[in-house]
Each structure stands twice: as structure tokens, then as C-alpha cells.
T-cell receptor, first 116, second 115 residues
């Protein structure tokens, strides 16, 4: 079974703090993704990576950065947390193999981040 | 750009009955994949079913089936014999083939199963 884990289920931080959200997958997937989910807005892609040390901006990258030093780990960084970054953060991974549903994205359990 | 539309308000279904969750999509690309995910209150997104744009038959996975109507650009999820554990949020998503697996999600539909 695919397993994607995230470092925390719940996190409370203060405005201005630097925040690290960690994601680890054990399926040797090339692609990894960070989303945020807000009521009424659905899931929005923040950043993704299709290889080690590679990263690409998603739809809402402002205020975030990422790091992928190892294939299995993808970190989301909030350099200076703000209250509007209070949200549910979901990590996902997928295989790069093309064809059919082989590149289905599998998600972690999510991190509910509150910035006070 | 591709777009997914899920416009149903909260849906209710009686236990053991079937329910259809609507999804329409928009893309000019002929090659794409459609996905449905379930998100229970715990928050995890669970993959349910996949349909490829060139697949000849509608996808089925256990109690889940996808009513794929390509000309109408719709990909409705049908859940048969609803169970209380089916109460959750359901998301339709689309991926263009070869687009580094980037998914575009709809805003989701809340399903409540009544005993």
C-alpha cells in the first residue's frame, strides 16, 4: 500500500514564525505535491516537484517555499507565517510512469495549521 | 485551461440506496484522466476511481462506478448501496496526460448518508 505521512496532524504557530511542514512517501514516487485546502475553495496547488532538487510553482506559491533534498521527502516552508496561511495542508505523491491511472496521486493525512 | 465543476449542494441519501454525484469538466485536450476522491472528516483524501478519456468502458471499483459521458463532458460518480461510512466530502479531479500529473480539483460535494 502507498503510504504518505505528514509530520503533524495539528500545528499552532504565531505570526512571523518560520514553519516547516514535512512529508514523506515510501513508494519511490518521483512526483510530490503540496496543496492547501480552504472551505469553499477546494484544493489549490502550492508547489510540486517531479524530481530531487526540482521544484515548480503551483497556483498559489506566494508566501511559501519548498525543499526536496531526498526523493522520499518534500518539505513546505512558510518563511514568515501569517494568519491568512491558516489552513489544511495536504501532501501527495505520484509515480511519473505514464499511462492509465499509474500516476494517481496519493495523499497524506493532512496538517491543520493555525497561525495566531 | 482545464476546469472542474461540482455544483450540487449538500447531498443526502438513505442507507442502502444509490446516489449520483455530478461532475462536469472542461478541456480542449483530447487526452486526460478523471479521478474521484473521498475525504472523510478525518481529512485524508482517499482515491476511489479513475477514468481515462480513451477508455471504452465506464470504470467500476466495487460499489463505485463512473458514468462517463465524453460528449457532454461529464464524469458522475455513482455509489451503490450507500453505507453510513460513505458520509464524506467527494472531489472530482482531472489531469491532462503528460502534464506532470498536476490535478485540477472541483470544489467538492458533501454527502450525508441517513440511517
Amino acid at each position: 500500500d502507498v503510504k504518505v505521512t505528514q509530520s503533524s496532524r495539528y500545528l499552532v504557530k504565531r505570526t512571523g514564525e518560520k514553519v516547516f511542514l514535512e512529508c514523506v512517501q515510501d513508494m519511490d514516487h518521483e512526483n510530490m505535491f503540496w496543496y492547501r485546502q480552504d472551505p469553499g475553495l477546494g484544493l489549490r496547488l502550492i508547489y510540486f516537484s517531479y524530481d530531487v532538487k526540482m521544484k515548480e510553482k503551483g497556483d498559489i506559491p506566494e508566501g511559501y517555499s519548498v525543499s526536496r533534498e531526498k526523493k522520499e521527502r518534500f518539505s513546505l516552508i512558510l518563511e514568515s507565517a501569517s494568519t491568512n496561511q491558516t489552513s489544511m495542508y495536504l501532501c501527495a505523491s505520484s509515480s511519473r510512469r505514464a499511462g492509465g491511472q499509474t500516476d494517481t496521486q496519493y495523499f497524506g493525512p493532512g496538517t491543520r495549521l493555525t497561525v495566531l | 485551461a482545464q476546469k472542474i465543476t461540482q455544483t450540487q449542494p449538500g447531498m443526502f441519501v438513505q442507507e442502502k440506496e444509490a446516489v449520483t454525484l455530478d461532475c462536469t469538466y472542461d478541456t480542449s485536450d483530447p487526452s486526460y484522466g478523471l479521478f474521484w476522491y473521498k475525504q472523510p472528516s478525518s481529512g485524508e483524501m482517499i482515491f476511489l476511481i479513475y477514468q481515462g478519456s480513451y477508455d471504452q468502458q465506464n470504470a467500476t471499483e466495487g460499489r463505485y462506478s463512473l458514468n462517463f459521458q465524453k460528449a457532454r463532458k461529464s464524469a458522475n460518480l455513482v455509489i451503490s448501496a450507500s453505507q453510513l461510512g460513505d458520509s464524506a466530502m467527494y472531489f472530482c479531479a482531472m489531469r491532462l496526460t503528460g502534464a506532470n500529473s498536476k490535478l485540477t480539483f472541483g470544489k467538492g460535494i458533501t454527502l450525508s448518508v441517513r440511517p
